[in-house]
Each structure stands twice: as structure tokens, then as C-alpha cells.
């Protein structure tokens, strides 16, 4: 009786005391999604850049283009009235085009156009790339077109990288269409953008703040260490299981210092010869003796 009561407490307190779950699994991409959700889409920048230069260089007369500026998720083009500028003029224009009306304010010595910049770079939310060869391939084109490159920063995340710099020139508007098409593919975005007229007609003086967003290499190698270090120390273990082994060698017994060594007999050394002797008959010697003489004659 006693031991079915204690067999029932102890599935009693086991009921009562559940253990607690565990906390879900930290997402190593939560920065990155982050970032990316929140990025804005540089074509999306360059393209309403584009449009506000070219609006900002059709103003009419006694307005002043004075700058297109990345406002926070907004994108901006500025004018000024001159010593000759009428606001009746400026709400004339406006009337013309009808689509920029919701976007413009108009006080008695400024006009103002504010677009909202609504995509961003969530298509990269599930998918991440490698930071190279894409960096140095958007850099190098740059530079190759006549943009000077300056300020690049790299910050270091735990699962992804973010690479900054800075490209300025004085140009044309149509170069933003090449870098529309440059960073399209790309999860690149844009954190600043200046345009100002430069003086030449035409021309502008542009500034944009570009950051590309990609795989960290330390955290490739983080992931696959374990399946490097198995490698290392599996493959020689298995390569001294398969591989052919000789076999033991023989012991070489000791000799004794004064242990007698046997050797070989030596074959008998050859016998010597007796020495040819080689006799001449009388006439030979005689021929020998005149010849001799009529030499010391002469």
C-alpha cells in the first residue's frame, strides 16, 4: 500500500514539475534581414535622382535649380527665387505638369519637391552573396568611367559584410542610367546623394554614398570548420589502414668482437711463365754488327 502510494506521488510530482521549453534558436541572419528589409533600392534612388535633375533643369525663369538631396526615405530637389523669379509663374508651370503637383510646396522664395522612396532591398531577405567578386567589379567600373573613389569602410557583422564608398564627379545626368544598370542585380543601396548644378551647363556636381551588402568569409569558414578538422584527422587514419605496409625486417644478430668471420677460400694466384728467349742465326747477327757500325762510321 505504501509503495503504490509512493509510486502515484512520484507521477504526481513528475506531472507538477514540467520541465520548461527551450528558448527558440537564434537566427545568425537576423542582422542581415534586418539590414535589408530596411535598405533602400539604389535603382529605385538613381531613378528619381534622374528625374528631379532633369525637372530641376527645366525650371523657368526667375527660378534656380539648387540641389537634389537623399533625405532619410525621401528624395528631394530644392530651388530658389531669384531677384527676378514671380510665383505666379512657378504655380503656371507647375499647372503643366499636373503628376508633380501632390509632391511640391511652393512658399514666397523656395520650391521644394519631396518624393517618398518606397522599395528597398527585400528580395535579399532569404538570400545572401559573397561580398567579392562583385565589390571590386562595381569599384573598378566606376573608376574606369571617371568617378573618384574615396571613403571605403567595411563593417564586419557576424554572418554578413557592408562595404561603403563614396563616388564624385562632375558629369552629366545620363551617367546615373549607367549606374542604374550596374548595381540593379546587386544588394546595393544608397545612404547619400548630393547633385548641384557646377557652373557649366549641363554639368553637376554628384556625390553618392553607395553600400553593398554580402557574405562574411569568417563565418563560410566558421560553418565548415568542423567538417575541415574531421577531414584532417580521419584522412591520415585512413590512409594508414589502406596503405600497403612491408614487412618486418629481419633481426641482424650481434657479432662478437672476437668472433672469427668466415670468409671465402681465395682462388691459387696464376704461375709465372718462363721468359721467352729469341736466338739469331750467324747471319743475322752479322748483318746486325755491319749495321751497326756503318752508323757509328757516319
Known amino acids: 500500500m505504501v509503495t503504490s502510494i509512493g509510486i502515484a506521488g512520484s507521477y504526481a510530482y513528475r506531472g507538477v514539475t514540467k520541465p520548461e521549453p527551450l528558448p527558440p534558436p537564434v537566427d545568425p541572419y537576423l542582422a542581415y534581414r534586418t539590414a535589408v528589409n530596411q535598405s533602400l533600392l539604389a535603382p529605385e534612388i538613381l531613378h528619381h535622382a534622374l528625374s528631379l535633375g532633369a525637372i530641376g533643369s527645366g525650371l523657368p525663369y526667375g527660378w534656380q535649380f539648387k540641389t537634389v538631396s537623399l533625405q532619410g526615405d525621401t528624395i528631394n530637389l530644392t530651388a530658389e527665387r531669384t531677384p527676378d523669379g514671380q510665383r505666379t509663374v512657378i504655380m503656371s508651370w507647375l499647372k503643366q505638369y499636373p503628376q508633380l503637383l501632390p509632391y511640391s510646396q511652393v512658399s514666397l522664395e523656395s ?98 554614398r553607395f553600400a553593398l551588402m554580402g557574405q562574411n568569409k569568417r563565418f563560410i569558414m566558421k560553418k565548415y570548420m568542423k567538417w575541415i578538422v574531421l577531414c584532417v584527422v580521419t584522412l591520415p587514419a585512413i590512409g594508414y589502414l589502406f596503405y600497403p605496409q612491408s614487412s618486418a625486417p629481419t633481426p641482424v644478430p650481434p657479432v662478437s668482437q672476437y668472433q672469427s668471420i668466415a670468409t671465402s677460400s681465395l682462388p691459387e694466384p696464376p704461375q709465372s711463365h718462363p721468359s721467352i728467349v729469341i736466338k739469331l742465326d750467324s747471319n743475322a747477327e752479322k748483318i746486325i754488327q755491319k749495321s751497326m757500325s756503318w752508323f757509328k762510321e757516319n
Open 111 to 208: 520650391l521644394s519637391m519631396t518624393i517618398p522612396l518606397l522599395q528597398t532591398l527585400q528580395k535579399w531577405h532569404d538570400k545572401i552573396m559573397p561580398i567579392e567578386p562583385s565589390l571590386s567589379s562595381v569599384i573598378d567600373t566606376q573608376v574606369a568611367l571617371g568617378w573618384q573613389m574615396t571613403d571605403l569602410t567595411t563593417d564586419n557583422g557576424l554572418v554578413s559584410i557592408t562595404s561603403r564608398w563614396t563616388a564624385t564627379k562632375e558629369t552629366a545626368l545620363s551617367e546615373l542610367v549607367s549606374f542604374h544598370q550596374m548595381v540593379s542585380q546587386l544588394p546595393v543601396t544608397i545612404t547619400q546623394l548630393d547633385i548641384t548644378p557646377s557652373g557649366t551647363v549641363g554639368y553637376f556636381n554628384i556625390q553618392i
